[in-house]
T-cell receptor, first 113, second 114 residues
Protein backbone atom coordinates (compact mmCIF):
# COMPACT_ATOMS: atom_id res chain seq x y z
CA UNK A 1 0.00 0.00 0.00
CA UNK A 2 1.37 3.38 -1.05
CA UNK A 3 2.25 5.76 1.80
CA UNK A 4 3.18 9.39 1.19
CA UNK A 5 4.96 11.44 3.84
CA UNK A 6 5.78 15.12 3.90
CA UNK A 7 8.40 16.61 6.15
CA UNK A 8 8.37 19.05 7.81
CA UNK A 9 4.71 19.34 8.76
CA UNK A 10 5.12 23.08 9.23
CA UNK A 11 7.66 25.67 8.20
CA UNK A 12 8.06 29.35 8.99
CA UNK A 13 10.51 31.53 7.07
CA UNK A 14 11.17 35.24 6.60
CA UNK A 15 10.19 36.78 3.31
CA UNK A 16 12.80 36.34 0.60
CA UNK A 17 14.15 33.04 1.87
CA UNK A 18 14.00 29.98 -0.38
CA UNK A 19 11.60 27.21 0.64
CA UNK A 20 12.41 23.50 0.42
CA UNK A 21 9.53 21.08 0.90
CA UNK A 22 10.04 17.34 0.95
CA UNK A 23 7.81 14.46 -0.10
CA UNK A 24 8.58 10.75 0.10
CA UNK A 25 6.61 7.74 -1.09
CA UNK A 26 7.04 4.07 -0.34
CA UNK A 27 6.14 2.46 -3.69
CA UNK A 28 8.28 3.71 -6.58
CA UNK A 29 5.86 2.30 -9.19
CA UNK A 30 4.23 5.66 -9.79
CA UNK A 31 2.94 7.21 -13.00
CA UNK A 32 3.22 10.79 -11.86
CA UNK A 33 3.57 13.05 -8.85
CA UNK A 34 1.64 16.28 -8.37
CA UNK A 35 2.22 19.20 -6.05
CA UNK A 36 -0.83 21.14 -4.89
CA UNK A 37 -1.41 24.28 -2.93
CA UNK A 38 -4.29 24.49 -0.43
CA UNK A 39 -5.38 27.71 1.23
CA UNK A 40 -7.34 27.43 4.50
CA UNK A 41 -10.85 26.12 3.89
CA UNK A 42 -10.30 26.11 0.14
CA UNK A 43 -9.80 23.65 -2.68
CA UNK A 44 -6.65 22.22 -4.18
CA UNK A 45 -4.74 24.15 -6.82
CA UNK A 46 -2.39 22.13 -8.98
CA UNK A 47 1.10 23.64 -9.06
CA UNK A 48 3.30 21.15 -10.87
CA UNK A 49 2.99 17.66 -12.30
CA UNK A 50 6.05 15.48 -12.86
CA UNK A 51 5.80 12.35 -14.96
CA UNK A 52 7.70 9.32 -13.64
CA UNK A 53 10.13 9.59 -16.58
CA UNK A 54 11.00 13.21 -15.73
CA UNK A 55 13.50 14.52 -13.22
CA UNK A 56 12.08 18.00 -12.70
CA UNK A 57 9.48 20.55 -13.65
CA UNK A 58 9.61 24.32 -13.34
CA UNK A 59 6.99 27.03 -13.27
CA UNK A 60 8.09 30.54 -12.39
CA UNK A 61 9.59 30.54 -8.92
CA UNK A 62 8.61 26.90 -8.39
CA UNK A 63 10.78 23.93 -9.20
CA UNK A 64 9.94 20.33 -8.38
CA UNK A 65 12.38 17.45 -8.64
CA UNK A 66 11.66 13.74 -8.66
CA UNK A 67 13.92 10.84 -7.75
CA UNK A 68 11.63 7.93 -8.42
CA UNK A 69 14.08 5.19 -7.45
CA UNK A 70 14.56 6.63 -3.98
CA UNK A 71 10.91 7.61 -3.62
CA UNK A 72 11.47 11.33 -3.15
CA UNK A 73 10.35 14.64 -4.54
CA UNK A 74 11.32 18.14 -3.49
CA UNK A 75 9.47 21.36 -4.14
CA UNK A 76 11.62 24.49 -4.19
CA UNK A 77 10.05 27.92 -3.97
CA UNK A 78 12.53 30.69 -4.66
CA UNK A 79 12.45 34.09 -3.00
CA UNK A 80 9.38 33.37 -0.88
CA UNK A 81 6.63 35.96 -0.47
CA UNK A 82 3.88 36.30 2.16
CA UNK A 83 1.42 35.24 -0.54
CA UNK A 84 3.15 31.85 -0.64
CA UNK A 85 1.75 31.10 2.83
CA UNK A 86 -0.43 28.00 2.41
CA UNK A 87 -0.36 24.24 2.83
CA UNK A 88 1.50 22.36 0.12
CA UNK A 89 0.45 18.80 -0.66
CA UNK A 90 2.11 16.18 -2.79
CA UNK A 91 0.26 13.24 -4.29
CA UNK A 92 1.18 10.24 -6.43
CA UNK A 93 -0.77 8.00 -8.77
CA UNK A 94 -0.05 4.64 -10.40
CA UNK A 95 -1.91 5.13 -13.66
CA UNK A 96 -2.45 7.74 -16.35
CA UNK A 97 -6.15 8.18 -15.79
CA UNK A 98 -8.98 6.97 -13.64
CA UNK A 99 -6.68 6.03 -10.82
CA UNK A 100 -6.64 7.44 -7.35
CA UNK A 101 -4.17 9.93 -5.99
CA UNK A 102 -2.51 9.11 -2.69
CA UNK A 103 -1.79 12.28 -0.74
CA UNK A 104 0.77 13.27 1.82
CA UNK A 105 -0.23 15.11 4.95
CA UNK A 106 1.06 18.43 3.67
CA UNK A 107 3.53 21.06 4.79
CA UNK A 108 2.01 24.21 6.26
CA UNK A 109 4.13 27.19 5.21
CA UNK A 110 4.14 30.63 6.78
CA UNK A 111 6.19 33.37 5.12
CA UNK A 112 6.64 36.29 7.48
CA UNK A 113 6.94 39.80 6.02
CA UNK B 1 -9.58 28.60 -17.67
CA UNK B 2 -12.21 25.86 -17.27
CA UNK B 3 -12.83 24.79 -13.71
CA UNK B 4 -14.66 22.20 -11.66
CA UNK B 5 -17.63 23.70 -9.85
CA UNK B 6 -19.08 22.35 -6.60
CA UNK B 7 -22.30 23.26 -4.84
CA UNK B 8 -23.10 24.02 -2.14
CA UNK B 9 -19.91 25.37 -0.59
CA UNK B 10 -21.25 24.56 2.88
CA UNK B 11 -23.88 22.04 3.94
CA UNK B 12 -25.15 21.44 7.44
CA UNK B 13 -27.31 18.41 8.12
CA UNK B 14 -28.65 16.35 10.97
CA UNK B 15 -27.28 12.89 11.64
CA UNK B 16 -29.28 10.27 9.73
CA UNK B 17 -30.33 12.64 6.95
CA UNK B 18 -29.49 12.13 3.30
CA UNK B 19 -27.28 14.66 1.54
CA UNK B 20 -26.39 15.13 -2.09
CA UNK B 21 -23.24 16.97 -3.03
CA UNK B 22 -23.11 18.32 -6.54
CA UNK B 23 -20.29 18.87 -8.97
CA UNK B 24 -19.99 20.08 -12.53
CA UNK B 25 -16.73 18.69 -13.95
CA UNK B 26 -14.82 20.30 -16.80
CA UNK B 27 -16.89 19.69 -19.91
CA UNK B 28 -14.59 17.49 -22.00
CA UNK B 29 -13.29 15.46 -19.08
CA UNK B 30 -14.02 11.75 -18.90
CA UNK B 31 -12.91 10.66 -15.44
CA UNK B 32 -14.57 11.91 -12.29
CA UNK B 33 -13.59 11.56 -8.67
CA UNK B 34 -14.64 12.30 -5.14
CA UNK B 35 -12.13 12.86 -2.36
CA UNK B 36 -12.64 13.99 1.19
CA UNK B 37 -10.55 15.63 3.87
CA UNK B 38 -11.49 15.33 7.51
CA UNK B 39 -10.21 18.31 9.47
CA UNK B 40 -6.52 17.89 10.24
CA UNK B 41 -6.18 14.70 8.22
CA UNK B 42 -4.93 13.73 4.76
CA UNK B 43 -6.99 14.09 1.63
CA UNK B 44 -8.49 10.62 1.01
CA UNK B 45 -9.73 9.01 -2.19
CA UNK B 46 -13.36 7.90 -2.17
CA UNK B 47 -14.31 6.87 -5.69
CA UNK B 48 -13.51 7.22 -9.37
CA UNK B 49 -16.11 7.08 -12.14
CA UNK B 50 -15.72 6.48 -15.85
CA UNK B 51 -18.10 5.59 -18.64
CA UNK B 52 -21.08 5.74 -16.30
CA UNK B 53 -19.75 3.31 -13.79
CA UNK B 54 -17.49 3.18 -10.77
CA UNK B 55 -13.96 2.26 -11.80
CA UNK B 56 -12.42 2.18 -8.35
CA UNK B 57 -13.56 2.82 -4.79
CA UNK B 58 -11.90 2.91 -1.41
CA UNK B 59 -12.91 1.03 1.71
CA UNK B 60 -14.47 4.28 2.95
CA UNK B 61 -16.98 4.20 0.10
CA UNK B 62 -19.45 1.76 1.64
CA UNK B 63 -23.14 1.17 0.93
CA UNK B 64 -24.03 4.53 2.45
CA UNK B 65 -22.37 6.28 -0.47
CA UNK B 66 -23.38 6.39 -4.11
CA UNK B 67 -22.39 8.42 -7.15
CA UNK B 68 -24.30 9.36 -10.24
CA UNK B 69 -23.91 11.30 -13.44
CA UNK B 70 -27.57 12.00 -14.05
CA UNK B 71 -27.49 14.27 -17.08
CA UNK B 72 -24.09 14.36 -18.77
CA UNK B 73 -22.90 17.45 -16.96
CA UNK B 74 -23.49 16.95 -13.23
CA UNK B 75 -21.70 14.44 -11.04
CA UNK B 76 -23.20 13.82 -7.61
CA UNK B 77 -22.21 12.13 -4.38
CA UNK B 78 -25.05 10.93 -2.19
CA UNK B 79 -24.67 9.95 1.44
CA UNK B 80 -27.78 8.03 2.42
CA UNK B 81 -27.78 8.34 6.20
CA UNK B 82 -25.13 10.71 7.44
CA UNK B 83 -23.02 10.03 10.49
CA UNK B 84 -21.05 12.45 12.62
CA UNK B 85 -17.82 11.05 11.16
CA UNK B 86 -18.93 12.03 7.66
CA UNK B 87 -18.20 15.64 8.55
CA UNK B 88 -15.43 16.67 6.17
CA UNK B 89 -14.55 18.75 3.14
CA UNK B 90 -15.59 16.85 0.03
CA UNK B 91 -13.72 17.54 -3.18
CA UNK B 92 -14.81 16.67 -6.68
CA UNK B 93 -12.17 16.28 -9.39
CA UNK B 94 -12.02 15.44 -13.06
CA UNK B 95 -9.42 14.47 -15.60
CA UNK B 96 -9.02 13.67 -19.26
CA UNK B 97 -6.57 11.36 -21.06
CA UNK B 98 -3.63 13.12 -22.67
CA UNK B 99 -2.84 15.47 -19.82
CA UNK B 100 -0.47 13.15 -18.05
CA UNK B 101 -2.96 12.18 -15.38
CA UNK B 102 -3.46 15.71 -14.08
CA UNK B 103 -6.50 16.09 -11.85
CA UNK B 104 -8.46 19.30 -11.60
CA UNK B 105 -10.17 19.86 -8.28
CA UNK B 106 -13.19 21.89 -7.30
CA UNK B 107 -13.19 24.22 -4.32
CA UNK B 108 -14.98 21.70 -2.13
CA UNK B 109 -18.17 21.32 -0.09
CA UNK B 110 -17.76 21.57 3.66
CA UNK B 111 -20.21 19.06 5.15
CA UNK B 112 -21.08 19.38 8.83
CA UNK B 113 -23.16 16.61 10.39
CA UNK B 114 -24.73 17.57 13.71
Amino acid sequence: KQEVTQIPAALSVPEGENLVLNCSFTDSAIYNLQWFRQDPGKGLTSLLLIQSSQREQTSGRLNASLDKSSGRSTLYIAASQPGDSATYLCAVTRQAAGNKLTFGGGTRVLVKP
Amino acid sequence: EPEVTQTPSHQVTQMGQEVILRCVPISNHLYFYWYRQILGQKVEFLVSFYNNEISEKSEIFDDQFSVERPDGSNFTLKIRSTKLEDSAMYFCASSVPGQGGKLFFGSGTQLSVL
